[in-house]
């Protein structure tokens, strides 16, 4: 597959997460971080890592209702196994190239084109990142030494924002794609699919009506309900010692500095974040890293594991990229 062939300097890259997490095993009591998780309750955790399956069920439904908005009846097996199996894929790339297996799927099976399949895994992700935004911003907020600086993080989560409108608005979309089609006129002729590419996942995100973006709002609480409950779960286990308020934001935060494309599936980022946040809080840095090295194995290996019986179910048709069109509602 096309990521085992990425250059050297791209998995070096993926690698500076694996070198921030060295450093913090080395500077702490590895006996005390092996003794936390040792002594982690097993029926806690086993519960945690049950949890899976519903929380991924809650989110494959939410990318079901976006999939409708492009005619696009996805069945509930199938959508559940392809979830799953970019699950395991994330896992076991640098990047977020799971994600795009999950339109890999529908293309193949529903002849949905490439972009406009893309644009309902990237409506579906944002979802979530935009749910996270106002949380981890609260988190660092809290951190701010001065108003000064509680105002400037403030504007760059306002920031975040930017692109998505500049994407939807019509008078800048024109803008942008006047841009890119003057620059692929000259050598940058390789990148002229862009702003056809651009405009298909546009479409596909100005698709979504009212009542299916409530109805994602819905799912997206309910998921992270669900997910903020299991990793408390967690923090019971290891006998950490944070309100639940806390946990919501330091994972809130976490999870987005796990998106920086310089690690695999977060590590390294999201150990830094959590020792970091929680020690300014008071708890002890070998107690942070064997809740997140813990949140890590559950949720991370937890639901690879799962997603490699989802793969072995239903891998990406690779071979056979002229196949046709075919329901995929009979695993409804």
């Known amino acids: 597959m096309s990521w085992l062939t990425r250059r050297p300097a791209t998995w070096a890259i993926r690698m500076a997460g694996i070198v921030v997490l060295a450093v913090l095993m080395v500077r702490l009591d590895l006996g005390q971080v092996s003794e936390a998780l040792l002594g982690a309750d097993p029926l806690l955790v086993a519960i945690a890592v049950a949890l899976i399956v519903p929380l991924i069920y809650i989110k494959t439904v939410r990318w079901q209702r976006i999939l409708k908005t492009q005619s696009v009846d996805f069945g509930t097996w199938p959508a559940l196994l392809a979830y799953f199996g970019s699950l395991f894929v994330g896992f076991i790339t640098p990047g977020r190239l799971g994600e795009f297996v999950r339109a890999i799927h529908v293309n193949r099976d529903c002849g949905l084109s490439h972009p406009r399949a893309f644009s309902t895994v990237l409506t579906d992700r944002l979802f979530d990142l935009y ?111 944070i309100s639940y308020f806390q946990l919501v934001l330091v994972l809130a935060l ?55 019986f989802a793969w072995w179910l239903k891998p990406v048709p690779l071979a056979r990229p002229g196949m046709a069109a075919r329901s995929a509602t009979s695993g409804s």
């Not at 002229?192 to 100005?206: F, H, K, Q, Y």
């Not at 809080?281 to 690879?304: D, M, P």
């Open 254 to 308: 976490s999870s987005l500095a796990s998106l920086l494309p310089i690690s695999i599936s977060g590590l390294g980022t999201r150990e830094a974040v959590i020792v970091g946040y929680l020690g300014v809080h008071g708890v002890q840095a070998e107690s942070a890293l064997a809740f997140s090295l813990l949140v890590f194995a559950t949720f991370y290996v937890g639901g690879g594991l799962i997603g490699v």
């Open 131 to 241: 749910l996270l935004l106002p949380i981890a911003g609260a988190a660092l907020i809290g951190l701010a030494a001065n108003r000064g600086e509680a105002l400037s993080l403030a504007g760059l989560a306002v920031l975040a924002v930017v692109p998505l409108v500049l994407l939807l608005n019509g008078s800048s979309f024109k803008c942008i794609r006047g841009a890119l089609e003057r620059a692929t006129a000259g050598r940058l002729r390789r990148l002229a699919p862009v702003a056809g590419w651009l405009e298909d996942v546009r479409s596909g995100i100005r698709a979504l009506n009212l009542a299916v973006i409530a109805a994602a709002v819905v799912l997206t609480l309910a998921a992270y309900a669900l997910f903020f409950g299991q990793a408390y779960m967690l923090a019971v286990a290891v006998g950490l010692e």
